[in-house]
């Protein structure tokens, strides 16, 4: 375990690294969670003209899968193992490019960023992958805001890993929610939209 941690530190030193001071900017924008409203509001429109008055049973999937990644990250996982966030680490003061004194909450294990979004790409994959081919295009977006926490200094590589992880399979529980709900709905004949 203790060389992993070494692996990992070693591995968030060379990333966040690598940074360019134009790109400082975009990093932290593309880590804010309010840039990505129009995204949400378009995925959001996308489930209400497939699913008119029944839209609310994806919502909640995704509402499980967001709740259940970002509480098991923030409620369970942070305070259990209390690991420092490398902008926080003493060990690391003066190796770490912090950008405009941004350095997060103390703790980062795991990443809340990473399960979210990842959570809400696999969601959208599992769900839509038939009816919607541009889905996958979810994962790489996931990629880079998770990308820019690490650039930002406040997670380490491995910290985002297992944050994608669990958002993945948040979003197993949150399908399992929908299929639950659908068939509440529409008794035990299969639907086309499930």
Request: hydrophobic share 50%.
């Amino acid at each position: 375990m203790e060389q992993l941690v070494e692996w990992d530190k070693a591995l968030f030193l060379y990333l966040n690294g690598q940074h360019i001071p134009w790109l400082d900017p975009v990093m932290m924008v593309l880590s804010h969670r309010l840039t990505w409203v129009p995204l949400y509001l378009l995925l959001l429109v996308f489930i209400v003209r497939r699913h008119g008055r029944e839209s609310w049973v994806p919502v909640v999937g995704i509402i499980i899968t967001i709740l259940l990644a970002d509480q098991v990250c923030s409620s369970i996982l942070k305070p259990i193992f209390a690991r420092p966030r490398p902008s926080h680490e003493p060990s690391l003061d003066g190796l770490v490019h912090i950008v405009d004194g941004y350095r997060g909450g103390r703790y980062g294990f795991a990443s809340s960023h990473a399960a979210n979004t990842f959570g809400l790409a696999m969601f959208f994959v599992l769900r839509y992958r038939r009816v919607w081919k541009w889905t996958w295009l979810l994962f790489p977006w996931a990629a880079v805001v998770t990308y820019s926490r690490i650039y930002l200094g406040v997670h380490y590589p491995g910290d985002v890993m297992v944050g994608a992880l669990i958002g993945i399979l948040a979003a197993y529980a949150g399908m399992g929610t929908c299929r639950l709900l659908k068939k509440a709905l529409h008794g035990r004949r299969p639907t086309s939209a499930a």
